[in-house]
């Protein structure tokens, strides 16, 4: 059976319609539907080797004599420091727990410390010092005092009025004992048992009203160290 063919107004795709689809078609030769090129295989190769020889510092290659491009601001610092004492209180059973954990931590840290000022106390000059300003070079200022014991002759006080540890530091009540200085003890222990001078360095809060955040580290030097300046003297 034959099927007679649609009249060319009748159809769904006219003539004129074909020629509207293919003006609007995106392979015409309209700009608006031009796709970029893509790139060749030779410029994917040559921007993936430029990518490749791009030196990326480390931080190994750093001077280390270099001190002021070193330093770290206050507030990183603490910063940090207070993520060490909520991660130590969560693992801790007491008071004496939780400052011979900060103690360990700033002994660990004491060691390069010490390595570090050594090195760069003998390589800047010909003749170089024989002090180390320790706390002034860890934290940017010194201390506010040293004195030795009156009662005891192998005991030492370093004293600082605003520790910059404990500035952004909220002791609860509960532990109010709590000195988180210990990690400074810690690191001056460390610095004496490099110099052969071995002690035992203990952080205690001495807060007053006109600093209520003072602490006293105290330094008990070992029976070893007063016999050997006792042969020297």
Not at 85 to 108: A, C, H, P
Request: hydrophobic content about 35%; some cysteine; proline content about 5%.
């Amino acid at each position: 059976m034959a099927y007679t063919q649609p009249h060319p107004r009748q159809s769904i795709l006219s003539t004129s319609s074909h020629s509207s689809v293919e003006h609007l078609s995106p392979t015409a030769s309209s700009t608006r539907f031009s796709l970029p090129a893509a790139p060749s295989i030779h410029t994917t190769l040559g921007s993936s080797r430029q990518t490749a020889t791009r030196v990326v510092p480390n931080i190994y290659d750093r001077n280390l004599n270099k001190a002021r491009s070193s330093e770290v601001s206050a507030s990183a610092y603490a910063f940090l420091f207070s993520e060490i004492v909520q991660y130590t209180q969560k693992r801790v059973s007491g008071i004496n727990d939780f400052e011979r954990r900060l103690n360990t931590m700033g002994y660990r840290i004491g060691t390069r410390i010490l390595e570090l000022l050594i090195w760069r106390n003998e390589s800047s000059s010909k003749t170089p010092k024989r002090e180390i300003r320790l706390l002034a070079s860890v934290f940017g200022k010194a201390a506010d005092g040293l004195e030795k014991s009156s009662a005891n002759v192998d005991e030492y006080m370093i004293i600082d009025n605003d520790p910059l540890l404990e500035r952004h530091i909220s002791v609860p009540r509960d532990i109010s004992q709590l000195s988180c200085s210990s990690f400074t003890a810690g690191i001056v222990e460390a610095v004496l048992d490099g110099l052969n001078f071995p002690a035992r360095v203990t952080a205690h809060n001495t807060a007053n009203a006109q600093y209520p955040n003072k602490v006293t580290i105290l330094i008990k030097l070992e029976k070893s160290v007063l016999e050997r300046e006792e042969l020297l003297k």
